[in-house]
């Protein structure tokens, strides 16, 4: 997905990181349940935005990252900077569930994300990794 | 789940709250603090925050309706954990009470969030949380609000404690209660007859805690509490130890005697009586003996004051000033009134491993728990204690006064259980007197004298006088008297009567009419070891040293030049002043002391007192016998027989079994006179003559005379009397 990600477009590489953080989302939430989780991630996304404030217009609601007001101005981003910028989200969501988790979840969530890095693969990049 | 399961913890600061977390509050913990007002909700809160915050541990501690902040401040002002220095960079204080009344609970809400956010707290305060309560408008709401907010503290990884003025209904029926980790409840009532203060933690999801009420104290330096139940218990090691085979000598000689090897370190003995048996005074002993020794020792006092038991020491002619000036000893006073059973047991704890104490006293554990009216809480208390000097490795007396005309062992009647030893000390009254007796009831693995024994309070301090030797509860007993070796009695002819002599640690009882030369006999005895180097002790009971020495004298018996040589000295003990049951301790310090080889005791009838039985004698006199015979030294004790010319019994009272050999003085009637006689009825280990002979009493002492029946002795073998032989 790192791989992937280093020479994509910037809406390419964020549809990359809508599936990865959806599918973490979506499994995270059959535990967790939505209340908590849109807890944490509207923790995570103050947090990269005090960091990264393009990333300032992701928001958190019951459904998830909603994004709409960032895809607007997501074309005109320096690739570098989104990809540090998602990067951080998705290291800190995880860490933070982590936290408070025990860890409980980390593997199934690390799961999920190789699921979407295995989809998201060209084929022929697959098979030479 | 321990606290090493990986639940990172949260101390609280206060003394010995995170004890009953098992190590503090679970890091990320939404927790309700509640209790009616004043019950100290808010500084404990406080002393908490302060205690954690720093710019990189930072506290946000939101002020509702209930009080403001301004005066918040100003009170916490007073208390030590107060930094000032922390206010802002640490602490930030934020009033929602604006928000509060004009913009409902979400906007209240959602303004705490975005203070979270900010300043990203460790901890978050809200004080307090009930009048978020009030102003829901449903349970529902108030549940949904209360959910929220929690999972938003959570998500945010902060500890968060909410205030509230709850009860204990509150429990069952607020909404918010189910929905945070934990719930901690302050409460104050009437206990003992005080009002006190308590903590207790119903709920605390993360870890293991205590469900116990716990009392505490807020003073200047914040709230402290006291759960000696979780932070006073043996440990292993001290265990282990007690087990063993470390002991510790009291000081005290004859107490010593009685104790065997010692007392295992880190036992507890209760020292039990009435008032006025001698607790304090033995307490005291004990811990100036051990200063004596090297062993330094504390008094937790709750009657008698520090000058008192100084003065006391003073009384009995001991430097306890000294050893208190050079940190020897500590004394500790807690008037009566100010007792508080929970914090004095931590305090005691900490004093006692302060000064590296061996030795604690407690004077008393009835009065220290005199305000406990359950006797389990009272045994649990008493065991704390004795689990404080288990840790230390030291050996506790602990005083308790039994109740008068009661057959208890302690105040309480429990106390007795959880101690390894007790000392029971009585007194009676006897002969006009009050006698005092110690009895070591029950020492735990050790091997003690049994019985009650006399005991004085005087100068120098307590004096026991053991019933028994402590000789005689050796392992071994005393090795067989060897027939070769014998003590001449020093009476012409009454050694050919008695196989050669006296057995060397023989025992010779001589029974005798009123004057007919028993003192005489004894003085020959003395003065012939005196003519073989062998120190001898004459024990009068009837007459003076002087006397004594005017009588032989007019015998023309050098006991004057003996005295002078230093070979020989007379003891006067007088009975009125001296208790049978003493005896035994007073002669044999003075075996002890002079190297004594030769004794009389003059006349052991005259030990009995008012009172007395024939038992009791007979008890006495064997005590005695075995006594003399470990300590290596022949004896001769004389016994007054009522009878003149009866030969029917031998000493009247059935001692006959005490002695090895058995001397009888009775007169027989001649023409116009009465003339003393004297047969040797017994000899253990010897042959004797069985005759009966004059015995003539003239200057220069006693001698034998001719067969009361004309016959011939019988002579033996070898020429010098017949003896007849008799199986030892």
């Known amino acids: ?129 | 789940m321990n606290e090493n399961s990986g639940v990172a913890r949260v101390k609280t600061g206060v003394r010995n709250l995170d004890a009953l977390f098992l190590g503090g509050l679970p890091k990320g913990t939404v927790a309700v603090l509640g209790g009616p007002p004043g019950a100290g909700k808010t500084i404990l809160a406080q002393q908490i925050c302060f205690h954690n915050a720093s710019p990189e541990t930072r506290v946000l501690y939101f002020n509702t309706l209930s009080e403001p902040t301004a005066k918040t401040l100003r009170y916490l002002s007073q208390f030590q954990f107060f930094d000032q220095t922390k206010i802002e960079a640490g602490i930030q204080f934020v009033d929602l009470g604006v928000i509060l009344r004009t913009e409902g609970l979400e906007q209240s809400s959602s303004l705490i969030m975005e203070h979270v956010k900010k300043v990203k707290p460790a901890i978050v305060v809200v004080d307090s949380f009930k009048a978020l309560d009030d102003l829901a408008e449903s349970h529902q709401e108030l549940r949904k609000f209360g959910y929220e907010l929690a999972v938003n503290l959570m998500a945010w990884e902060t500890t968060a404690l909410l205030l509230g003025e709850y009860g204990s209904r509150d429990l069952e029926t607020n909404p918010l209660f189910s929905v945070v980790d934990g719930i901690l409840t302050l409460h104050q009532r009437e206990q003992s007859g005080e009002q006190q203060r308590f903590i207790q933690i119903s709920k605390m999801r993360g870890t293991e805690h205590s469900r116990d009420e716990h009392s505490f104290i807020i003073t200047s330096s914040g709230i402290e509490v006291f759960a000696p139940r979780v932070t006073i218990h043996r440990e292993d090691r001290a265990e282990r130890s007690t087990a063993g085979t470390e002991r510790l000598k009291t000081g005290s000689s004859r107490l010593d005697d009685l104790l065997g090897e010692g007392i295992p370190l880190g036992s507890t003995l209760l020292i039990a009586g009435v008032a006025g048996t001698g607790k304090t005074v033995l307490g005291l002993e004990f811990l100036y003996r051990g200063a004596q020794a090297g062993e330094k020792g504390i008094v937790f006092s709750f009657e008698e004051t520090e000058e008192r038991l100084r003065a006391t020491a003073r009384g009995l002619g001991w430097d306890l000033d000294r050893e208190i000036d050079r940190g020897m000893v500590e004394i500790v006073f807690i008037p009566q009134p100010d007792i508080m059973v929970e914090a004095h047991l931590l305090m005691m704890r900490e004093r006692v491993q302060a000064l590296g104490a061996r030795r604690v006293v407690v004077d008393s554990v009835s009065v220290f728990l005199h305000k406990i009216k359950d006797p389990q809480v009272a045994r649990e208390k008493t065991f704390q204690l004795a689990t404080i000097v288990q840790n230390a490795q030291a050996v506790g007396f602990f005083a308790t006064d039994i109740p008068y005309g009661s057959s208890q062992l302690s105040r309480f009647g429990v106390e007795e259980t959880v101690v390894d030893g007790v000392i029971l000390l009585t007194s009676s009254e006897e002969a006009f007197e009050r006698q005092r007796y110690m009895e070591i009831y029950k020492l735990r693995n050790t091997a003690h004298s049994k019985g009650r024994h006399n005991l004085i309070i005087g100068p120098g301090g307590i004096n026991i006088f053991p019933r028994y030797p402590a000789e005689s509860a050796a392992e071994k007993p005393p090795p067989p008297m060897e027939t070769s070796r014998r003590s001449l009695s020093g009476v012409p002819g009454l050694d050919d009567l008695l196989g050669g002599g006296l057995l060397e640690r023989s025992v010779t009882l001589v029974s005798g009419s009123p004057g007919i030369g028993k003192t005489t006999l004894g003085l020959q005895f003395i003065l012939e070891g005196v003519k073989h180097n062998e120190p001898g002790l004459f024990v009068a009971l009837e007459e003076g040293p002087a006397q004594i020495l005017k009588t032989a004298e007019g015998l023309a018996l050098p006991l004057n030049e003996a005295v002078t040589k230093g070979l020989a000295e007379i003891v006067f003990l007088s009975k009125a002043h001296v208790r049978a049951s003493q005896f035994l301790a007073i002669l044999t310090d003075k075996i002890r002391a002079s190297g004594t080889r030769r004794l009389v005791l003059d006349s052991a009838s005259h030990l009995v007192t008012e009172g007395m039985s024939t038992e009791e004698l007979r008890l006495l006199l064997y005590g005695l016998a075995s006594q003399f015979k470990a300590l290596g030294v022949t004896s001769l004790l004389t016994l007054e027989s009522e009878a003149m010319y009866s030969t029917d019994s031998v000493t009247d009272g059935g001692f006959s079994p005490v002695a090895d050999n058995i001397i009888q003085l009775r007169y027989a009637q001649v023409p116009g006179a009465i003339r003393p006689t004297l047969a040797v009825v017994k000899t253990r280990g010897s042959l004797h003559d069985r005759g009966t002979y004059y015995f003539d009493i003239a200057k220069g002492g006693a001698r034998i005379a001719e067969r009361i029946d004309g016959a011939a002795p019988m002579r033996s073998k070898s020429g010098r009397g017949k003896r007849s032989r008799k199986r030892a």
Do not use: C
Not at chain 1, 53 to 76: C, I, M, N, V, Y
Not at chain 1, 117 to 125: H, K, Q, R, T, Y
């Open chain 1, 1 to 129: 997905m790192e791989r992937a990600a280093k020479e994509a477009p910037p809406e390419r590489l964020f549809d990359a990181f809508e599936r990865a953080f959806g599918a973490m989302w979506r499994r995270a939430r059959v535990t967790l349940g939505d209340v908590t989780l849109t807890a944490i991630l509207d923790r995570v996304l103050y947090t990269a935005a005090e960091r990264f404030p393009l990333l300032s217009p992701l928001e958190a609601d019951a459904t998830g990252l909603r994004s709409d007001k960032f895809r607007q101005r997501a074309g005109s981003l320096h690739p570098d900077q989104l990809r540090e910028g998602i990067r951080f989200i998705l290291v800190e969501f995880l860490t933070v569930l982590g936290n408070l988790t025990a860890e409980v979840l980390t593997p199934a969530l690390h799961s999920e994300l190789a699921k979407v890095a295995a989809e998201d693969a060209v084929p022929g990049e697959e098979a030479k990794s």
